[in-house]
């Protein structure tokens, strides 16, 4: 390797590596990054394919790359965000929130819709409407980023 890397962020490529802990397509884009960088998204898309630029967004959210800075593009003319990796392990992506407020309330409704109305208790119809309303909370609340735990 020609360029600098901080130990921090050979620790962390060597961890990942060794571990497997980014999706192919993620670790694509992280190596390139790791042996090249900093690059455009752009220049990920020439390196590895079209659209390869969208893993970039997913490997910020797990904080193993940053934007460095920007370059004009020679083709458009057009400035980009240069990334670069950090020297962080993966956070874990925050989708089991959505991915359990998504799969409850769509239990609730199947519950709503298996209990003919006539035999529903008015302790289970208050039940399956709090439940509605805390989902709903929820829901807001995790779009926001302040999701509460049941």
């Known amino acids: 390797m020609s360029r600098d890397i901080p130990f921090t962020s050979r620790q962390a490529y060597e961890h990942i590596t060794a571990n497997g802990l980014l999706s192919k397509s993620c670790y694509a884009v992280y190596d390139l990054l790791f042996r090249e960088g900093p690059l455009t998204g752009r220049d990920v898309d020439d390196a590895l394919g079209p659209d390869a630029h969208k893993r970039l967004s997913e490997l910020e ?3 193993v790359i940053a934007k460095v800075g920007t370059r004009t593009c020679a ?3 057009q400035d980009g965000y240069l990334w ?3 020297g962080q392990l993966p956070v874990p992506r925050n989708k089991s929130v959505k991915q ?3 799969g409850t309330a769509k239990a609730v409704a199947e519950i709503k819709s298996a209990i003919p109305q006539r035999r ?3 302790e289970l119809v208050a039940l399956l409407d709090r439940l509605d309303a805390e989902l709903a909370s929820n829901s807001a ?3 926001n980023g302040r999701a509460r735990v049941f």
Request: hydrophobic share 15%; net charge neutral; aromatic share 12%.
């Open 75 to 77: 083709k458009t003319g």
């Open 120 to 122: 529903r208790s008015p």
């Open 141 to 143: 609340s995790w779009s």
């Open 100 to 102: 359990y407020l998504t």
């Open 84 to 86: 670069e990796v950090t």
């Open 61 to 63: 959210e797990q904080g």
